[in-house]
């Protein structure tokens, strides 16, 4: 459950967040996404308890995070955008270490670390964080954040420059600490993989809010059902003037935006000589959802 009112961030004379308002009902997977300079890490460490917004009010899961931060920090877990670990470490110390701050007692703490590295398949080999691999170090970085089992999350980045592999892997991670409960607010490049996850997603440009919703929300909004029609002709020029086509993998391809139009270019397609290969439909992505704004 999120509930933001008005929130405003400005750093001297730079205004980084315009008056924000999001309202999630449900835990479960938040996106946030939009250019360089939009303001999305500066809400996700406003959501963290890193940053106080100059005006406005937050709340996270019952918690008022401006009146309360103490209260939102206990329930937390943070991950920054880069992984910054203790490289002179092993994993086991550096977990060991970050227990004793969560004020876990030694067993719990050292079942607790069992327990999410072998569910992050990430075997402790005794060696220094320093050598470990980006992907190894950002599976660490996790393992911390959930060591004190959290229920908000607030993860900046969580597969930047990872490998196609690892990041699909903790992709499906965050799918299933969703599944148990968790409310995760995350930000990404990776416009696919937010599409992917994300129960509801917000768009910032510039500092404010320019869409919210979930993602069939957001569909509706940007756009609805595009048709993809697939064809081969032997003579294209003997398609009307009227008809728009483009080259494609050896054939053509032109596109309908509802049943109407489908039918009328099938059909003249097949008047024409052509044969109809196949019909592809889809939404706008959110990359396309991002351009557009």
């Known amino acids: 459950m999120i509930h933001a009112r008005d929130v405003r961030k400005e750093f001297d004379s730079f205004v980084a967040l315009q008056g924000l308002d999001v309202d999630i009902e449900d835990n479960g997977i938040f ?29 996270i899961d019952g918690i008022d995070v401006i009146a ?7 329930r937390l877990g943070y991950l920054p955008e880069e992984s910054r670990l203790y490289d002179t470490m092993t994993i086991s110390s550096y977990l060991s270490f970050f227990g004793e701050i969560y004020g876990m007692p030694p067993r719990e703490s050292k079942s607790r670390s069992e327990e999410l590295l072998f569910s992050l398949k990430l075997a402790d080999e005794g ?6 691999s980006k992907g190894m170090r950002r599976k660490v970085a996790i393992a911390r954040s959930l060591l004190h089992d959290p229920t908000i999350l607030v993860y900046d980045e969580a597969t930047s420059g990872l490998d196609p592999m690892t990041s699909r892997f903790i992709t499906g991670f965050l799918r299933k600490l969703r599944d148990d409960g968790k409310m995760i ?35 509706e909004e940007f756009g609805s ?30 596109t309908a935006k509802d049943i109407d139009q489908l039918n009328r270019i099938t059909s003249e397609i097949d008047a024409a000589g052509g044969n109809v290969e196949r019909i592809e439909s889809r939404y706008p992505s959110l ?3 991002l351009m557009a704004v």
């Open 225 to 254: 059902l595009t048709y993809f029609i697939h064809f081969r002709i032997a003579d294209a020029s003997s398609l009307g003037e009227h008809l728009l086509f483009s080259p494609d993998d050896g054939g053509y391809v032109s």
């Open 31 to 59: 996106g946030i996404i939009g250019h360089n300079g939009a303001g999305k890490t500066t809400f996700l460490k406003i959501c963290a308890g890193l940053l106080t917004p100059t005006s406005g009010t937050l709340e």
């Open 127 to 132: 060696k220094k964080l320093g050598e470990l």
């Open 185 to 219: 607010i995350i930000s990404a490049h990776n416009l696919f993989q937010v599409e992917e996850i994300s129960d509801h997603v917000l768009i910032l440009s510039e500092g404010e809010r320019v869409a919210f919703g979930t993602m069939d929300e957001l569909r």
């Open 287 to 289: 990359e396309e959802m």
């Open 68 to 74: 309360d931060p103490n209260a939102l920090k206990e």
